[in-house]
């Protein structure tokens, strides 16, 4: 995967991933080259807090920007969601983000039905934020 996406995509798999049991492993790679329809400037680019666990917080540069988005809050999912389109408006970048720093995988177990997401999606609206 790495060779084939410019070294973007390394560890798609790792070997304890496999095991003796394991019979194939079917990879699909995409390489995305997108630009934003409203583009995030440079001098917006700021150090915030990320989480990586409940317990543990970074800082890493941020992008921001303020205008107006397909935006959206799901009681279903306990999360939060935020469209941004790029380039063409053929395709957009989904931002489906928990409301609890440790809800990621009470999130990721709800979005393995499609429908729930769909869902969601349909009570996006576009407002300003940032």
Not at 12 to 29: E, R, S, Y
Not at 82 to 87: A, H, K, R, T
Request: charged share 25%; hydrophobic share 35%.
């Amino acid at each position: 995967v790495e060779d084939h996406t410019n070294e973007h995509i390394k560890d798609l798999v790792t070997p304890d991933m496999i095991d003796a049991g394991t019979v194939a492993v079917l990879v699909n790679a995409i390489y995305f080259k997108g630009s934003w329809k409203d583009k995030f400037l440079t001098g917006f680019t700021q150090n915030r807090p990320f989480h990586v666990t409940k317990d543990k917080t970074i800082e890493v540069p941020t992008m921001y920007r303020t205008g107006d988005y397909a935006y959206g809050e799901s009681t279903e999912l306990d999360a939060k969601l935020l469209e941004i389109p790029y380039e063409g408006e053929e395709s957009s970048f989904l931002i489906v983000l928990p409301n609890n720093i440790d809800g990621i995988q009470a999130l990721a177990n709800k979005l393995k039905d499609f429908k729930v997401l769909e869902r969601a999606q349909q009570n996006m609206q576009t407002t300003e934020v940032g």
